[in-house]
């Protein structure tokens, strides 16, 4: 069986974030639903997975529910539930940006269609990834700037160096759309004029019009990691130590480090799944303790 995923999100103004959170817990329960949910006075932004009737039982109670109807559903199939269990949380925001922007001045919001368009036959115009280096790293629409942020709260410091272009036509993306709704509206916020972006993000464009500007995978915050959306399994990078074709992202087994790598199969034999020599040190050390300690426990007692 497939299990279809959702990733959806909606600004609207939300007056009691916690009884939202209740809600969904119980109606996420009800319908035996995995996944992860945000909800913030500014709105609801989740991604959730289940067998494809569960989760077209909870887009129905979604589109009935006073605050989240119309809301636009990105739905992805995989061979396995991506979340281990269900979680909601109320947070400061459903998108952590930390700059106040005004939602209701956000850029243009272009389908599919139209943003390939204008990629095709406009070659004055300033493309931009809105999402952070490792994401571009695996995965990007050809010619896109990357901001090399590595969280979206870095983004203002990538428009400051923009400064300059504010005439020109802008086109920028993330991968559900969330991210482009704060970034567009605090890009006009800074002057620039013609600001646009790609509606339902990455997984809405590739659905429709796969292998063709996109480029390799696409990064998702589930536990896959990766997702192949244009189905060609195209690989644009490659193992950071022995520069083989790779692109499945791992973190260092060093607790103390835990960085994202791409380390291919071998690689992760030599290194023992470890980012550097150091942390490899670290990571054995660490093991080695464990090993004496669980011999500890279970030597009898002398007395
Ligand atoms: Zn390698
Ligand atoms: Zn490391």
Request: hydrophobic share 30%; with cysteine.
């Amino acid at each position: 069986m497939k299990i279809s995923i959702l990733l959806y999100y909606k600004f609207v103004n939300i007056e009691k974030p916690y009884e939202i959170k209740l809600q969904q817990e119980e109606i996420c329960k009800e319908l035996g639903l995995k996944g992860r949910i945000l909800i913030a006075k500014e709105g609801i932004n989740g991604s959730v997975s289940g067998s494809k009737e569960q989760t077209k039982s909870y887009i129905k109670f979604m589109n009935s529910h006073p605050l989240f109807g119309k809301t636009m559903f990105k739905e992805e199939l995989s061979k396995e539930h991506p979340f281990k269990r269900f979680s909601a949380h109320v947070k400061k925001e459903i998108v952590r940006f930390e700059k106040p922007v005004n939602m209701k001045n956000t850029g243009a919001h272009l389908n599919p269609k139209e943003f390939l368009n204008i990629l095709e036959k406009n070659k004055d115009i300033i493309l931009i990834d809105a999402r952070n280096d490792y994401e571009y790293e695996v995965g990007h629409f050809k010619n896109a700037i990357n901001p090399e942020t590595e969280t979206f709260t870095e983004f203002p410091d990538f428009v400051e160096k923009l400064k300059g272009n504010e005439n020109k036509k802008i086109l920028m993306y993330c991968t559900g759309g969330i991210r482009c709704e704060k970034a567009s509206a605090y890009m006009k916020e800074q002057g620039f004029k013609d600001v646009n972006q790609l509606k339902g993000g990455v997984l809405n464009f590739c659905k429709q019009f796969p292998n063709t500007a996109w480029k390799g995978k696409l990064f998702v915050f589930d536990k896959r990691l990766i997702s192949d959306v244009n189905q060609s399994g195209e690989i644009i990078t490659s193992c950071s130590y022995c520069k083989k074709d790779y692109d499945q992202y791992r973190n260092c087994k060093n607790s103390l480090c835990d960085k994202l790598i791409i380390q291919c199969k071998s690689c992760q034999e030599d290194m023992n799944k470890c980012c550097s020599e150091a942390c490899k040190e670290i990571h054995e050390k660490h093991l080695r303790e464990k090993q004496i300690a669980n011999q500890g426990k279970h030597r009898i007692p002398i007395n």
